[in-house]
Each structure stands twice: as C-alpha cells, then as structure tokens.
C-alpha cells in the first residue's frame, strides 16, 4: 500500500510526444507500403515476361529445328514445319532428280543410229560410206560414156547412133554427179548435225555426272553440316534461356521477402494501436496527477502501466526495426544480385546474337556473315551451283530438240535428191538396153564398151537401189531415235523441273525458317534487355532502403527515449509514493496483449509480461495472414 | 540452165540437132590442167582410163611419168602438170589418163579430170599464130574456142612432145612390161 499522500505532486517533467510517434510510425508504414509495393507491382510482370521467353524460345527450337517430337500439340490445327523435314524433303527431291539423268549407255541405246554406237546397217555412218561409193560408181559411169563417145565418134558415121545413145549415159551420169554435189552439201550439213548431236549429247552426259558426283553424292555432307549447325543454335538457344532462368531464380525468393513484409507491417499497425492505447493512459495520468482529489494508486497504476507498455512497445519496435531492416537488405540484395546476373547473361547474350543472327559485316573486303546466315548460306551456295547444272542441262536438252529442224530440212533435201537420181536410174537401165541393141546392128556386139556400158549401169543401179532402202530404213530409226530421245528427254526434263520447282519451294521454307530463327534469336536478345532494364529499374527505384532503416531507428530511439522518461517518472512516482513496487492491473495488460495479432507480438508481450496464462498462439500459417 | 534443160531431156527424146551437134569433125574431149580447160580432137582420143601409178623408167625428161600397159602396148605416161610448169598436187578421184595417138605414137597424157566431150563451130575456133606463140602454153596450143562463158584451150597433139622427144623415148623405153609391175 503506497503512504497516503494527499497532496498532489509537485513536479511532473514526464512529457512524451507519443503522438508524433504514431504519425511517424504510420510515415514508416506508408514508405515501406511504397517500397515494397514497386517490388510487388513489378514482380508479376516480370515472371510473366520470363515464362513467354521461355515458351517462345522453347517452342521456336521444337518447332523449327528440332526433329525429335513430331507429334502437333493437342488441338494445334497446322502442320509443324520443321528444319530438318524441309532439308530432307530437299534432299529427296536432289536424289529424285539423280534418277531422272540419263547416263551415256542410255543414251547410246536412244541414239545408236546417230552415234555411230551401233554396228548396225542403217546407221548413219554406214549410209556415209555408201553414198561415197555411189559417187565412185558414178564418177565410173562417167568415165565410161565419155569413152563411148569417143567409140563412136572414132566410127565416123557409123558410129552416130551409139553417140547419141552415150551422150545420154553421159548426160543422165552428170546429171547425177551433180545432184550427188547437192546430197554432199545435204551430207555435210547431217554430219555437222550429228557432230553437235554428239557434242551435246557429250556435254550433257558429263554435266550430269558431274552433277551426280559433285552434288548428289555431297548432298549429305552439306545436309548433315546443315543440320548439325541449327542443332548447335539450338543449343545455344537452350543455353541462353537456361541462364536467364538461372539468373531470375532469386525471384521466388523476393516473394517470400514480400510476404515477411506484410507481417513488419502489422507489427507497427498494432503498435500504433498499443502507442494510442499508452497515450490516453498518459493524458489519464497527467490528469490525475494534476487532480485535488486524486487517488495515488490511480497514479500508481497509470505511471506503471505506461512505463510497462512502453517498455513492451520499445521490446517490440528494436525487434521490427531488425526484422524490417533485414528484409529491406533481403529485397535490396537480391535485386542487385538479378541486376548483376542479368547483366551477365545480357551481355553473353548480345555476343551470341551477333555471331548467330548479327549483321553481316564488311570485313577486310570479305563478307562476314553471322553463323545462321553462314550455314544457310554456304548450303544455298551449294544447291545454287546444282541447280545451275541442271539448268545447262536444260538448256542443252531444250537446244536438241528445236535442233531437229536442221535434222529434218536435211533429210527432206537428201529425199528429193535421192528420188531424182533414182527417177534417172531408169533411164540409164533404158539406155543400156538399147547401146545393147545399137552396137548389136553395128555388128559390135562383143566391143568391150557395151560390156563396160553394162556393168557399170548394173552397178550404179544396184547400188543407188540399195542405197534407197538403206535410206528410207535410216531415216526410219533416225526418226524414231530422235523422237524417243526427244519424248524421253522432255519427260526428264519435265520431271527434273517440277523436282527443280519443289526443292525451290523447300528452299524458300529453309529460308523462311532461317529469318524466323534469326529474327527470334533477335528477339530473344530484346527480351534479356527488357528484363534487364525492368529489374534495374526497380532496383533504382529499392534504393531508399537506407532511409527506411534510419526512420525506422528514429522511432525506436524516441520510444526509448519515451521509455526513460516513463521510468523516470515512475521512480519518482513511486519515491514520492514510498512504495517499492506496484502491481499492474492484470486486465488493462490482457487488454494490450489482445491488440497483439502477430505470433512474434505475442510471444514477445508474454514473455515480456512474465505471464504464464496469456496465449501467445501458434506462429504456423503466420505468412497465411494474408 | 543446164539442169532444167536436162530435166526436159528425161526420158528417151532423141532429136536430131543433137545427133548433128554430134558431127565427130570438130568434136573436142575437154579437161582441166590446173586453172585452164584444154580440149583435143577426139579423133585422137583412144580411150580415157582411171590413172594408176605407172610404171617407173629411167630417162632424162621429167614430163614422162613413166609407162603403162595399153591393150598390150607399152606406152609413155606424160604429166600435164609437170609440162606445163605448174605446182605438183596429189592425184585424186578425178585423175585420168587421156590416151592419145598421134602419128603412129601412143602416149598418155595425166589431166586434173576430164569435164565433157563438146562440138564447136568453125566460127567459135580462133587459131594461135604460132609466131608470136612464146608462151609457155601457147606454144602447144593449136588455138581457142568458145563455148558460154568458157574459153577451152586446144591442144596441138604435134606439139605435146617435140619430135626429138618422142625419138628418144624410142630408144629409152621398154618394149614389154613385166606382168607384175603393172
């Protein structure tokens, strides 16, 4: 029981401004709400800006490059495109058109006539060498009637009929001489016809080997490079977005920062509650102590009280100072740890998009292609010079046929010479008979001349007769050797066209692909720096943290400060008083720890308090307060 | 021309301008030497044979080629070329051996080919005085004659070989050609 004083007390210096200790309180409150809110506004947009990165990237490398998972997602209507179907289709189509080429054997077979390949009779050479013994035979008969009228011109008048009969063998053998002058020409003209043949014929056999053994046969290195090169992007690729992962892991952990922050915030929210509680307590107990009729336990219980809560509330306060400045630290230093990271895998990621996808460059006067462009690049150049060859080819092929007009203005010609000397080889055989019947009246039956006359028009004959047969029997196989070389080559060619006109298509697709890679790759570059730039700037923006901290040892120092002052009065209190100790009343403290919501609070205010009946709870499903 | 005329003549149309073109009196076997076309009497004409290499004898002049085996005579070949002074050239299809007689002698003559037996009239045959004849050619020549467009030179068989020349190849060549040497 304290002594009964009744008059009041003389001195009171217990002044605290607990008020502007809330209004500072509830200035933290609001900063770190601030602070922590640029963290939580930004963190969704920036997980969320990661996760499509991810997507695009992983969905770029399946998609485009990768041949391993054909399957179209479910519901995914289009057809995937990939890379390496559209470099296999090529390559199908290169091996396709290896098929359509002809080689030479097949060609000999198509033109043996021509070629001289086949031993043939009615070959083209051997229709040569005959039309060279004709002109021999001729030039036989020619000699021959000259003698016959030199015969009968040596018989004087005699002789005047068997002149005439000459004269007409002479006659009818220049006449053939000179139309065997026009087939000469018309030979000529075949044969220089059939050496361009031959030549082209040449020509587009040794393309298409060469076309067969320098592309065909490479195609799958080139293809397999090709492949191994995008498998190689692709792994980059998969490099980088690993590292931006790795990089922004932190990120999970700023959440939990976050959350410990909403706990802090509660902490200093109820302590404004208790400082509001202590403070009416305060003006309570000024007022008593100004009192006439004041009860010293009023006052013994008033003073105790405040000094025992403040005492509390400073308890309190140093531990949500720690905990707030740990947590600033927490976010603060994690996000320099992601603007540090980010900046390294920015930076790695800025060198592999130049070399994968860059510019290409002029450098000392050689182009300096990015890697993508260079392996496409190096393939088009390869299926480019193919595809040149095959165009000669074409071009070869396409000249044969419109060549054939030469072909068939020749043989008409050799036709029409060929009937005129035949039409004059009749008249030759009428005129033998009669220098038979001529020399017989003349009594010269048995003269050499009409032997020689004889045989040399059975000669001639014969063999102008054969030589129509032989004739027409070429021209036959000569025209159907051209007309199959004609249909067979315009059917390769149609075929090699349209493979032509597919791999172009596929080639496209690569190319295609190709800027899609490239232009993901650029946008996958774009989409670090973004990220880069948004966690920097929330790094910025976290950088008040230092501030935060000082305010938040303010108002813990005040409310110590607050606290001294409270003890200070207390001890004068109870001096004045003469009591040793005063009891608390048990339920205004109840009623203090009630404001108490967090586990930390409690835990706190109970073991502060020394009572065993207070319930502190429980500190599991704390960070579910929210 | 000429074709289209003979076009015309197809068939067995014998008309008697023809047969009087025919008149062996002024009918002329030609040939070609080098550039030039020579003709000579066909009277004098034995027969035209494909040239084959003849066979060699020994004797000064240079214009016999050597000799032949003709219906059992032997007879000198003389090259045309070579008389003539022009360039050698290698003989083809078209070489023949012109076999002439000319008084008594028998002798070959190697042309470039022969061209055609023609008629001339009187009137188209210009003779060569021999006095201003200095020319290498002209001084075998008889005279000229024109036929279209072509100027035929004849020959004058005397002057082919000169009398001391056809003497001694009397004397120099063989009577008889062995077999095999033909």
């Known amino acids: 029981m304290p002594k009964d004083v009744n008059q009041p007390q003389q001195r009171s210096s217990f002044v605290v401004d607990l008020r502007s200790i809330e209004d500072k309180l509830q200035g933290l409150i609001d900063n770190t709400e601030h602070y922590y809110g640029v963290v939580h506004e930004s963190l969704p947009v920036i997980e969320r800006n990661i996760e499509l990165t991810d997507q695009e990237t992983s969905m770029l490398i399946n998609y485009f490059i990768d041949s391993d998972d054909l399957s179209p997602a479910e519901g995914q209507q289009e057809e995937p495109f990939l890379m390496a ?148 992007i692709s792994k980059i690729l998969r490099n980088i977005m690993q590292n931006v992962n790795e990089a922004v892991s932190p990120f999970q952990e700023l959440m939990t920062f976050i959350q410990r922050q909403d706990i802090v915030r509660q902490n200093m929210e109820n302590t404004i509650k208790c400082l509001s509680q202590v403070e009416e307590k305060y003006s309570k107990y000024h007022q008593l102590v100004q009192g006439e ?83 496409f690049s190096s393939m088009f150049a390869f299926m480019n010079e193919f595809l040149d060859l095959l165009k000669e080819i074409k071009t070869r092929a396409e000249y044969l046929t419109a060549d054939k007009e030469t072909f068939n203005s020749s043989i008409t010609s050799l036709e029409q010479s060929m009937g005129k000397i035949y039409t004059r080889i009749n008249l030759l055989k009428k005129v033998k008979t009669l220098a038979r019947i ?70 496209e697709q690569v190319k295609a692909t190709n800027d899609i890679i490239g232009q993901a790759v650029v946008a996958l570059n774009k989409e670090i720096e973004t990220l880069h730039q948004t966690v920097n700037q929330v790094y910025q923006r976290l950088k008040g943290v230092e501030e935060l901290k000082e305010k938040c040892q303010e108002i813990y120092l005040e409310l110590s400060d607050a606290l001294a002052r409270a003890q200070q009065e207390k001890e004068y209190t109870f001096e004045h008083y003469q009591v040793e100790d005063w009891e608390e009343k048990s339920e205004e403290l109840v009623e203090l720890f009630n404001l108490f919501t967090s586990y930390l609070e409690r835990s706190t205010a109970k073991s502060y308090f020394g009572e065993q009946d207070l319930d502190e709870g429980s500190g599991e499903g704390e960070l579910t307060l929210f | 021309m000429v074709r289209e005329q003979q076009e015309q003549e197809r068939g067995l149309n014998f008309q008697d301008d023809h047969l009087d073109n025919l008149s062996a009196e002024n009918q002329y076997v030609t040939f070609r030497i080098g550039e030039e076309e020579y003709g000579i009497d066909i009277m004098l004409v034995q027969e035209i044979i494909r040239y084959s290499k003849p066979t060699r004898v020994f004797n000064a002049n240079p214009v016999i080629k050597g000799v032949i085996n003709f219906r059992g005579k032997v007879i000198p070949i003389l090259d045309m070329r070579r008389k003539f002074n022009l360039p050698e050239q290698e003989y083809d299809e078209y070489t023949v051996v012109i076999v002439i007689e000319v008084n008594g002698k028998t002798m070959g003559m190697i042309v470039d080919r022969v061209s055609d037996i023609i008629s001339f009239n009187e009137e188209n045959i210009q003779l060569v005085d021999q006095e201003f004849a200095d020319d290498i050619k002209t001084e075998h020549l008889k005279g000229m004659a024109k036929t279209g467009e072509r100027i035929i030179l004849l020959l004058d068989p005397q002057r082919v070989l000169t009398f001391e020349e056809l003497k001694r190849l009397d004397k120099e060549l063989p009577r008889e050609l062995p077999e095999s040497t033909e």
Do not use: C, P
């Open chain 1, 438 to 507: 001529e020399l017989a009246r003349m009594g010269q039956q048995d003269h050499a001349i009409g032997k020689k006359v004889e045989s040399v028009v059975e000669e001639v004959s014969e063999r102008i007769e054969s030589n129509q047969e032989i004739f027409n029997n070429l021209k036959t196989s000569l025209n159907k050797d051209l007309s199959r070389f004609d249909q067979i080559i315009a059917g390769n060619q149609e075929q090699i066209n349209r493979a032509v006109d597919e791999v172009d298509v596929s080639l």
């Open chain 1, 293 to 375: 009729q004041t009860d010293s336990r009023d006052i013994l219980d008033h003073i105790a009280f405040i000094e025992r809560a403040l005492g509390l509330l400073e308890q309190l306060m140093g531990r949500v100072s720690s905990e707030l400045g740990e947590s600033l630290d927490d976010i603060s230093g994690t996000t320099d740890q992601l603007v540090q990271s980010l900046e390294e895998v920015k930076e790695d990621s800025r060198q592999l998009t130049s070399y994968l996808a860059g510019e290409s460059m002029i450098r000392d006067g050689v182009e300096d292609l990015s890697m993508v462009d260079y392996t």
């Open chain 1, 85 to 232: 179907e559209a470099l296999q289709q090529i390559q199908d189509k290169f091996q396709e058109i290896s098929e359509f080429l002809l080689n030479q054997e097949e060609i000999n077979q198509m033109l043996g006539h021509f070629l001289g390949k086949t031993q043939s009779h009615d070959s083209f050479e051997n229709f040569l060498q005959r039309i060279q013994e004709v002109e021999n035979t001729l030039s036989e008969v020619n000699d021959i009637s000259l003698n016959a009228m030199i015969f009968s011109a040596r018989l004087g008048d005699s002789g005047r009929g068997f002149g005439v009969i000459s004269d007409h063998i002479h006659q009818a053998s220049t006449f053939m001489d000179q139309e065997f002058s026009m087939v000469d020409e018309q030979l000529e003209a075949l044969q220089q016809w059939q050496q361009g043949l031959v030549d082209n014929v040449e020509q587009i056999v040794s393309t298409q080997e060469k076309a067969v053994q320098d592309y065909i046969q490479q195609i799958d290195d080139t293809f397999s490079q090709v492949i191994q090169s995008i498998q190689a």
